[in-house]
Antibody, heavy 124, light 107 residues
Framework: QVQLVESGGGVVQPGRSLRLSCAASGFTFSTYAMHWVRQAPGKGLEWVAVVSYDGSNKYHTDSVKGRFTISRDNSKNTVYLQMNSLRAEDTAVYYC?????????????????WGQGTMVTVSS | EIVLTQSPDFQSVTRKEKVTITCRASQSIGSSLHWYQQKPDQSPKLLIK???QSFSGVPSRFSGSGSGTDFTLTINSLEAEDAATYYC?????????FGQGTKVEIK
């Protein structure tokens, strides 16, 4: 079935790095833009980044620009989020999500499939 | 950045009652507005896309309307399983943004 499974979360000290992965299955991964969305404990949803279906276009929200990088490997059906210089305010559950329409460059549509999320805690 | 403001923040409703949640955008976004449901300890689920199109498998009691800056999610005849937080999301202009959420509780 159509599925997204995140991994790579954990507890990390401020200033350190972490790489999240999201493995896709059950659909033609290479034709869909992919997103990362995060949710701090007890808070709402915050969109983080998008990568186009072919990896040629990426966009990150201002609060993570220069620190986080989204990427994808279509041969492995996986999207990544490299997180550097982590801060306490990056503590959140990180979800990957699929853009609903195929062949979007920056995901200009709804998010129809979501993973279960992976928790990232930034603390000394 | 487009700001989405939902109202109310919280609603306590009895079963079978009608629920209306509004989402107001800080500038016109056409129909690029989507609604999600999130239950505790679960990931969000898409309910309505492009303001008024029901997503596959979503019960017919959920409907959406609006365009431009003002949008509405309606739940007709609330069921116990509809207790959740509801979010709107715009895909008109980067960065994509979400509303702050509306928590619906069953009385």
């Amino acid at each position: 079935q159509v599925q997204l499974v995140e991994s790579g979360g954990g507890v990390v000290q401020p200033g350190r790095s972490l790489r999240l992965s999201c493995a896709a299955s059950g659909f033609t991964f290479s034709t869909y833009a992919m997103h990362w969305v995060r949710q701090a404990p007890g808070k709402g949803l915050e969109w983080v980044a998008v990568v186009s279906y072919d990896g040629s276009n990426k966009y990150h929200t201002d609060s993570v620009k220069g620190r986080f990088t989204i990427s994808r490997d279509n041969s492995k059906n996986t999207v990544y989020l490299q997180m550097n210089s982590l801060r306490a305010e990056d503590t959140a559950v990180y979800y990957c999500a699929r853009d609903q329409r195929q062949y979007q460059l920056l995901g200009e549509d709804a998010f129809d499939i979501w993973g279960q999320g992976t928790m990232v805690t930034v603390s000394s | 950045e487009i700001v989405l403001t939902q109202s109310p923040d919280f609603q306590s409703v009895t079963r079978k009652e009608k629920v209306t949640i509004t989402c107001r955008a800080s500038q016109s976004i056409g129909s690029s507005l989507h609604w999600y449901q999130q239950k505790p300890d679960q990931s969000p689920k898409l309910l309505i896309k492009s303001a008024s199109q029901s997503f596959s498998g979503v019960p017919s009691r959920f409907s959406g309307s609006g365009s431009g800056t003002d949008f509405t999610l309606t739940i007709n005849s609330l069921e116990a399983e509809d207790a959740a937080t509801y979010y709107c999301h715009q895909s008109s202009s980067l960065p994509w943004t979400f509303g702050q959420g509306t928590k619906v509780e069953i009385k």
